[in-house]
């Protein structure tokens, strides 16, 4: 079974401080997950993705992202968070096997403090 | 240039209405999506073409008709719509194999 969990809802940093999004996955194949954005009112980006490559994933926007089989997780983090990163996260599993068939988890909303 | 294009980008309507919302893509990819976004931001897949054939079709139900012309094209056709149908509704592109998607903007439906 595949499913994707993504522990916050909402996550309120101050500008300046670390960003930790987290997102633990079940996948019975090799999967390859990414991270998307949104911002008010405008479409999903892509952050960033994992395809079994390095397990340390660099993004867009000073992102990145570990992969972490043992415990089933790809955290997002990046080291200081600014306004403009204020949005709506989402972590998508794609298992190798489903052809077309995404995962994706419920997002979390992350607040900047100024 | 748009890499995923959709309009319109607000439809407001009524109950029972029939509707439709185009998307198209310039990306070359071989597939292309629709998604729906309730208010919580929930996203739900609807449907997936690939090279215009359809291989993904969620529960949704019959009044929703997606329809390709072409790789390009996925325009997703509404009819009788009820009020449960307003959401924002986003199309999508991406190369089979490789699985990053491109979104378009969104086209946030409004059922009264």
């Known amino acids: ?114 | 240039d748009t890499a995923v294009s959709q309009t319109p980008k607000y439809l407001v309507t009524q109950m029972g209405n029939d509707k439709s919302i185009k998307c198209e893509q310039n990306l070359g990819h071989d597939t292309m999506y629709w998604y729906k976004q309730d208010s919580k931001k929930f996203l739900k897949i609807m449907f997936s073409y690939n090279n215009k054939e359809l291989i993904i079709n969620e529960t949704v139900p019959n009044r929703f008709s997606p329809k390709s012309p072409d790789k390009a094209h996925l325009n997703l056709h509404i009819n009788s719509l009820e009020l449960g149908d307003s959401a924002v509704y986003f199309c999508a592109s991406s190369h089979a194999s490789l699985g990053e998607q491109y979104f378009g903007p969104g086209t946030r439906l409004t059922v009264t």
């Open chain 1, 1 to 114: 079974a595949q499913s994707v969990t993504q522990l916050d809802s909402h996550v309120s940093v101050s500008e300046g401080t670390p960003v930790l999004l987290r997102c633990n996955y079940s996948s019975s194949y090799s999967p390859s997950l990414f991270w998307y954005v949104q911002h008010p009112n405008k479409g999903l980006q892509l952050l960033l993705k994992y395809t079994s490559a390095a397990t340390l994933v660099k993004g867009i926007n000073g992102f990145e992202a570990e992969f972490k089989k043992s415990e089933t997780s790809f955290h997002l983090t990046k080291p200081s968070a600014h306004m403009s990163d204020a949005a709506e996260y989402f972590c998508v599993v794609w298992p190798s096997n489903t052809g077309n068939q995404f995962y994706f988890g419920t997002g979390t909303s992350l607040t900047v403090i100024p």
